[in-house]
């Protein structure tokens, strides 16, 4: 069965810090793979997306990794702000015909003041 | 470029009553999902239309649900005979040939 794995499921960090949060999955033959930032009650932002071929990518403070031979992504989120206190998602993609999307629990971020 | 909107943003109904939503895509993007999310899980994947043709539909998807994107613009997804549970939140998704997926605010359904 092809699973997403998010650890920790909860984080609480101070204002400033550097933070890595964790995706793993079962099935290391993945097509993509999409993080996600989603505020409470609200629809997914895409934060960033990653192909099969490339082993990161990079948005302003967000940095994204992909090993697929060991099924795992990171997020690395650089100092922190009060501002990307939410849930993140990780969803792979496993091709075929729909590239339908196999989500994560999600990881919820608190960043304090 | 607007992004993914759908209607209605909430929507409280009775057990047993018929309800209705409606995506309307990313404009060009020519694939289309629908997932639903419960409280405190990722969001599951429900079924996928490229342009109008209804390619794959997930085994969640039980004989009370059905969806339709008929000319290849907006989709609708409706249920009917409303159970409690089928409260949750549904997403919509549009995506072109980049393969990222853009949602949509979702639909949350209250089944009482």
């Known amino acids: 069965k092809q699973e997403v794995t998010q650890i920790p499921a909860a984080l609480s960090v101070p204002e400033g810090e550097n933070l890595v949060l964790n995706c793993s999955f079962t099935d290391s033959a993945i097509y993509n793979l999409q993080w996600f930032r989603q505020d409470p009650g609200k629809g997914l932002t895409s934060l960033l997306l990653?192909?099969?071929?490339?082993r990161e990518q990079t948005s302003g403070r967000l940095n994204a990794s992909l090993d697929k031979s060991s099924g795992r992504s990171t997020l690395y989120i650089a100092a922190s702000q009060p501002g990307d206190s939410a849930t993140y998602l990780c969803?792979?993609?496993?091709?075929?015909?729909?590239?339908?999307?196999?989500f994560g629990t999600g990881t919820l971020l608190a960043v304090q003041p | 470029d607007t992004g993914v909107s759908q209607d209605p943003r909430h929507k409280i109904t009775k057990r047993g009553q018929n309800v209705t939503f409606r995506c309307d895509p990313i404009s060009e993007h020519n694939r289309l999902y629908w997932y639903r999310q419960t409280l405190g899980q990722g969001p599951e994947f429900l079924t996928y239309f490229q342009n109008e043709a209804q390619l794959e539909k997930s085994r969640l998807l039980s004989d009370r649900f059905s969806a339709e994107r008929p000319k290849g613009s907006f989709s609708t997804l409706e249920i009917q005979r409303t159970e409690q549970g089928d409260s949750a939140m549904y997403l919509c998704a549009s995506s072109s040939l980049s393969d990222e997926q853009f949602f949509g605010p979702g639909t949350r359904l209250t089944v009482l």
């Open positions: 969803a792979v993609v496993y091709g075929g015909a729909t590239n339908k999307l196999i």
């Open positions: 990653i192909q099969s071929s490339q």
